[in-house]
């Protein structure tokens, strides 16, 4: 059975940019949150390394 939906190839312009847009958004989003949490283990890691006296 042939599908009906329609997909992005049939979207109007205007629902296309708005949806490149909010996926834009949403990949910034999750690449901040990525970076945050990378910083917050390095921190924790170089605390951690300075505090047992393995470090300088």
Do not use: D, S
């Not at 979207?11 to 949150?33: G, I, S, T, V």
């Amino acid at each position: 059975m042939p599908r009906t939906e329609l997909g992005p190839a049939h979207w109007a312009p205007e629902a296309r940019a708005a949806f490149l847009r909010r996926r834009r958004f949403r990949n910034r989003l999750l690449l901040a949150a990525l970076c945050g949490f990378c910083l917050v283990i390095y921190a924790i890691v170089l605390v951690r390394l300075h505090e047992f006296g393995t470090m300088w």
